[in-house]
Structures are given as structure tokens and as C-alpha cells.
């Protein structure tokens, strides 16, 4: 595999996930009924995909009458379906914003990009938190710059 710069290094492993992605949602798209194009798609149709991608799925979701909901460590197997997780459509939808302008869409058109598509995934993320008792926080992002160059951690400063 070539990279997408055609300098013919290997393509990394975030670029040919990409690939994959991009090309499992066309062809989604073709066999949409009816069809649909990328120019044709917008935030609902994204949300469609994520939905149909849960049947594939390998993370437990407790639905709210299980006895584990909201059970981070249930002590057996239950019923509940398997769903995609959070992180994973997150990733995806990251992975395919990227190859949705790489691919010629107008930035401003990227479906992938849409409020409605947004709120999904936040959605999803609080629903999986509560039924698998898995709380989501915000990574702390590290500052660049302004920190200590020794790494030492500490800065003498109160």
C-alpha cells in the first residue's frame, strides 16, 4: 500500500483505517434505498450508519430494566445487546470527516461536521456512561509552551 502522497511509503495505519472507512460508507451509500451519493448525504444519513454499524458491535449496553444497568462489572451475561462504542463512532466520525475533505467535499458541507451528528455522539457517550456505570471524563489536555523545559514538574512557582 502507498501512502496518499504516492511517494510510495507505506500508507500508517491511521491512513488505511481512513481508507477503509470511507469506502465502507459509500458503498452504504449505494446500497441506501434508494441510493444516495456523498454530495446527496447529509447529518441524518450519517446518524442512519452509525445505527446500522451497531450490529457489529462488541460493547455490552445495558438497557434500563437489566439488573446490571449501570453495573460497570456485571457479575454474569444478560440479554443486552452489543453495540458500537462511544469512542469507536467518535473515531469514525473523526477518521471520516478527514477523508470527506481529503475526497473534494466542501469543508462547510461535511456531513460529518453536522450539529445533528455532533449531538448524536454525545448522546450515544452519556447513555453508554449511565448503563454500563463507565463515567466519560475529559482528557486535560497538556499545555504547550508556557510549561517547565526541565520536566520535572515542578515549576518553583506557588
Known amino acids: ?3 496518499p502522497s504516492g511517494d510510495g511509503a507505506p500508507a500508517s495505519r491511521y491512513e488505511s483505517q481512513k481508507r477503509r472507512d470511507w469506502h465502507t460508507f459509500q458503498q452504504y451509500l449505494r446500497s ?3 441510493p444516495l451519493t456523498v454530495a446527496s448525504c447529509n447529518g441524518e444519513h450519517v446518524i442512519e450508519f452509525l ?14 430494566g437489566c439488573p446490571y444497568f ?8 444478560c440479554p443486552c445487546p452489543l453495540k458500537q462504542a462511544w469512542g469507536s463512532l467518535d473515531a ?3 477518521r471520516l470527516r478527514a477523508a470527506y475533505d481529503e475526497n473534494g467535499g466542501p469543508q462547510e458541507d461535511n456531513p460529518f461536521g453536522e450539529k445533528p451528528v455532533r449531538i448524536y455522539l454525545k448522546e450515544v457517550r452519556q447513555s453508554q456512561a449511565v448503563a454500563r456505570g463507565v463515567p466519560y471524563d ?13 520536566g520535572s514538574g515542578s515549576s518553583g512557582v506557588s
Open 32 to 34: 441506501h434505498e434508494p
Open 138 to 150: 475529559k482528557k486535560k489536555r497538556k499545555r504547550r509552551g508556557g510549561g517547565d523545559a526541565g
Open 92 to 94: 469514525l466520525i473523526g
Open 70 to 77: 449501570g453495573d460497570p462489572n456485571p457479575p454474569a451475561s
Open 51 to 64: 445505527k446500522y454499524l451497531d450490529q457489529f458491535g462488541k460493547t455490552k449496553v445495558h438497557v434500563l
Open 1 to 3: 500500500m502507498d501512502s
